[in-house]
């Protein structure tokens, strides 16, 4: 009977043998992260790795090798016992080869190991997270002259280059999962409400936040933003050290990280009960940019005709508060808006909060059934422009694409009309 990661692998070796050459893949479970001298932040798991084995197992290799008499490798270290006293014993690897039908290989050198086990294959896909025996494996195989490589493979390919295909398309477990995340942070972002007012610092808010994460039985999929008035308008700020004050808008980016699962939400919040005339233009500005944008969504689209369907939005918008002067076509073919909205449109997510995907550099291309995306417009000025103090303003939400539009995972969160955000307080 196959499992969700047996039927995961089951791809993963039809999709290597499709290539009609012999190809392998060998993912490593992550390093232990050093915090200083010899203390460690958290472990997390590989997210290739979980995405293939669910396991969090420290010290482990998956091979697939479709070519191969077993096809399927599990590479794990001897029994460590003077570790198992300080660390507890590590759960057993065999329930996870006979659920995957893989051959447990044990050893105690495993780039001596996996240089025996890839031999004969004709293209590797491996890692390059150093620390890692996938990334050991291709140091040593691009290091090697050609005469002692022979048997090996010749051609060394990037590890996500090939686990992207598989993992851009959400299956409706993974949106379950995404979906269970974004729920518990919408929870925590409707619990930490009343800490938004004049006085509150930003670190107690992302405090805030990060605790009730961790409460849920989850933790921040990335560093909690909390920005208020100027401070939002430096895109990954993470100084924390600015207090709330009435009339302004505080901007959180926070997003939990639930079964290894992400969300990312962001929402712009009034501070206190009243706000200046030209902050509620911006705001609403942004928000129609976004409605636009996830409007647009839909298979076959272009991720870059979603991010100019927003830029006109936006374009406009700064033209209405006289910041922009001249004709729509000009500003939007000079790209005028760049200097108040200088980010994409938006991300694949997933397991990683900047999920791979197949475009150059991890960017979505086209739009396909079944991604699961972030829309998240936004404008951003370091200094007073026209009648705006210096501030920023970001709406974000994470939907699912579908072949006639998108459903937004993250409809949940409390409602982001402006009037309504401000009856709230």
Partial sequence: MKTLYSSRVAKALKLLKASGRRDALAISSNPLPVRSRDTHFPYRQNS??????GSQAEHITLLLRPYADEPVVLLVPPEDKAKAVWDGPQPSIRPLARQLKAEVVVSSDHLKTLIALVRGADTAYLQSIPGTASAALKAELSARSSLASRGLPGALVEAERFTARLRTIKDSHEIKLIKESAAVTSEALLNALPLLQSGTSEHEIAAFLDYFYRASGGEPAFGTIVAAGNSAATLHYQGLSRKLRDGEFVLIDTGCELNMYASDITRTIPVGDSLAPQLKDLYDIVLRAQMMAIKKVKAGVLMSDVFLTAAKELTIGLKYLGILKGPLPQLLKKQAYRPYFPHGIGHSLGIDVHDVALGANDRVERLEKGMVITIEPGLYFSKPVG?????????????????????VLTAGVFPKGLEHLLSMR
């Fill in 387 to 407: 009648p705006l103090p210096a501030c920023g303003v970001r709406i974000e939400d994470d939907v699912l694409v579908g072949s006639r539009g998108a459903e």
């Fill in 48 to 53: 290739d790795l979980f995405y293939f084995t």
